[in-house]
Nanobody, 129 residues
Framework: QVQLVESGGGLVQAGDSLRLSCAAS????????MAWFRQAPGKEREFVAF????????YYTDSVKGRFTISRDNAKKTVYLQMNGLKPDDTAVYYC??????????????????????WGQGTQVTVSS
C-alpha cells in the first residue's frame, strides 16, 4: 500500500507558477504509476497529467500541455507537478493518485480516475484573474 500527501497549493495570480508535490509513504514507490487529477467546484474530477513508473513517459490533458510538467523522484518517493502560466480555469483541488496499473496501459487507461487505487487528500490551487 501507499499513502499520498499533497502540498504546494495556494492562491496566485494569472500567469504565475506553482509546484505541487506529492509525497508517498510505503514501500515500492517505483512500482506505482502516478497521476495528477483536479476537481473544480461543481465539476467532475478530471485527469491532468501522468507519469510512468520510471518517469520516462508522461501524458497530459490538452488544456495543460506546454504549461504543466509532471516529474518524479523515486529516491524521494515524490511526484511533482510544475505549473506555469496558470489561468483562472486551473482553479481546482489537485489530487495525486497512484496505482501499479498492471492491467491496462495507454492514455485511455491513464486518464480514468477509477483505475487508481490510492489518492491523496488534495491541495487547493486558486488562480485569480
Amino acid at each position: 500500500q501507499v499513502q499520498l500527501v499533497e502540498s504546494g497549493g495556494g492562491l496566485v495570480q494569472a500567469g504565475d507558477s506553482l509546484r505541487l508535490s506529492c509525497a508517498a509513504s510505503g514501500r515500492s514507490f517505483s512500482m506505482y504509476a502516478m497521476a495528477w487529477f483536479r476537481q473544480a467546484p461543481g465539476k467532475e474530477r478530471e485527469f491532468v497529467a501522468f507519469s510512468g513508473r520510471s518517469g520516462g513517459n508522461s501524458y497530459y490533458t490538452d488544456s495543460v500541455k506546454g504549461r504543466f510538467t509532471i516529474s518524479r523522484d523515486n529516491a524521494k518517493k515524490t511526484v511533482y507537478l510544475q505549473m506555469n502560466g496558470l489561468k483562472p480555469d486551473d482553479t481546482a483541488v489537485y489530487y495525486c493518485a497512484a496505482d501499479p496499473l498492471d492491467y491496462c496501459s495507454g492514455y485511455g487507461c491513464y486518464e480514468r480516475s477509477r483505475n487508481y487505487g490510492y489518492w491523496g487528500q488534495g491541495t487547493q490551487v486558486t488562480v485569480s484573474s
